[in-house]
């Protein structure tokens, strides 16, 4: 303990000592002289850099709710600008210090590569669903056709897209599969064409059976008249023969005028005595005699 106290002591006493005072001054002297510019640079270049990157965010922010992208597109994107130009600042500020940056840049690297890999699932998910949401080849209260479902579209999110059936059922989707199938828009339309084909048998009159489907046409109000309807004998099948009858509608009329044809064609026709064929199979009978 008394040689750690004179040790300290001799610590002491050669502070104090005005040389070797003035060496340490010179010393920081030096230092402050060799390093004081480049840190203040670093400081500027970071001060500076962030005032930049906050101009470029809420740049990025304008430009797409000008596009009206998704409210949560536009925070999760300029976040991810922010952060990029805010890595790019901090390597310059610490390369103009002095620092090496090249090790940072190989790690960062090395981690962006691993995140990558573990999430290039989600990753691609997000990407359809900025391309979704930027392009938009449909919007919420569509209703769509796609990944092999149909249904009305609730919600458009990053990584996934909600969509409510016919049945009320609620199916979620992600964006991936959609961005990678072919997507059929019922909404985009102000009009659709109901197709309907009505068999009758061989021996029915064709054009009492066209007068009667003229008719139906023209009674009902919610089919428009321009377009013009078309109604033609389709086909000679295997066991009637087809009409084919194409009217026009309303996109919000297609179903009930859907429907409501089918059955209002049954009813005309069974009126009319013209019966409506299917699938029919002779059976012959052979009786085999023993010689």
């Avoid at 004179?6 to 070797?20: I, Q, R, Y």
């Avoid at 901090?90 to 090249?102: E, F, K, P, R």
């Amino acid at each position: 303990m008394q040689a750690e106290a004179m040790n300290v002591a001799n610590t002491v006493t050669e502070l104090m000592d005005p040389d070797k005072s003035s060496e340490l001054l010179n010393a920081g002297l030096d230092l402050v002289i060799q390093y004081g510019p480049n840190l203040i640079f670093a400081l500027l270049i970071f001060f500076i850099g962030k005032f930049i990157a906050n101009i470029v965010k809420k740049m990025v922010q304008g430009m797409m709710a000008k596009s009206r992208v998704d409210p949560l597109i536009i925070g999760f994107t300029s976040s991810l600008v922010y952060m990029g130009v805010m890595i790019f600042i901090v390597m310059a500020a610490l390369g103009q210090v002095g620092i090496q940056t090249t090790s940072f840049i190989a790690i960062l690297g090395a981690a962006g590569l691993a995140i990558g890999l573990a999430l290039q699932g989600s990753l691609a998910n997000f990407a359809a669903g900025f391309l979704l949401i930027i392009f938009r080849p449909f919007k919420e209260g569509d209703v769509i056709e796609a990944a092999g479902v149909v249904g009305k579209v609730e919600v458009i999110q990053i990584f996934t897209t909600t969509l409510k059936t016919p049945d009320n059922k609620t199916i979620i989707i992600p964006n991936n599969k959609l961005g990678n199938d072919n997507i059929i828009n019922y909404s985009t339309q102000d009009t659709r064409r109901v197709d309907l084909t009505v068999g009758v048998s061989y021996d029915a009159d064709l054009k009492e059976v066209r007068t009667i489907l003229e008719d139906i046409v023209a009674k009902d109000q919610r089919i428009l008249k321009d377009p013009t309807h078309l109604i033609v004998v389709g086909e000679l099948a295997d066991n009637s023969v087809n009409f084919f009858v194409r009217v026009w509608v309303k996109s919000e009329d297609y179903w009930n005028v859907y429907f409501d044809a089918n059955e209002t064609v049954k009813l005309r026709l069974d009126a009319a005595g013209i019966g409506i064929p299917y699938p029919q199979r002779d059976v012959h009978l052979y009786e085999h005699k023993a010689a």
